[in-house]
């Protein structure tokens, strides 16, 4: 994949664990994955934060003035938000952007004059929705 993403290991839990299955691992895998796919696309479409929580830089005034009313800070046709996919597997969970245009958002490029507007990554609500999430799902299997 080109663009960027983010991805999330537990295999160490899992063995833990020992009573799952990979394919029990695996589904909890593609749970988390695509609560963090909904997670980022909330972050793109309302939030308009990094996961710690701080502002993305605004637009420069050259660019604003170019901008309708209908776009947003990373959303203009919403190729960006509607590209973040949950590509879980085994044991990770991977989220992330094909798009190439992906990284230099996630990080920023100086060359570009793009500031970085990280979109890819945990906040704290996001960690705890996802340990509530694997937790429940373990319970679940294990009774």
Not at 33 to 58: F, M, N, V
Not at 67 to 79: I, N, P
Not at 90 to 105: D, K, Q, T
Request: aromatic share 6%; no cysteine.
């Amino acid at each position: 994949m080109a663009g960027v993403v983010v991805e999330t290991d537990v295999s160490v839990a899992a063995r833990a664990i020992g009573r799952l299955n990979d394919t029990q691992l695996a589904q909890i895998m593609y749970e988390v994955g695509a609560l963090i796919e909904d997670q980022t696309k909330l972050r793109i479409a309302d939030d308009k934060t990094s996961p710690e929580g701080s502002p993305w830089e605004p637009w420069s005034q050259g660019y604003a003035a170019s901008r309708s009313t209908r776009h947003s800070l990373l959303v203009g046709a919403g190729d960006l938000r509607d590209s973040i996919q949950n590509y879980s597997a085994g044991h990770e969970a991977i989220v992330g952007s094909p798009l190439i245009y992906a990284a230099p958002h996630q990080f920023g490029s100086p060359t570009q004059g793009i500031p970085a507007r990280p979109f890819l990554g945990l906040s704290a609500d996001n960690r705890t929705a996802i340990e509530d999430l694997v937790v429940g799902r373990i319970e679940d299997l294990l009774q």
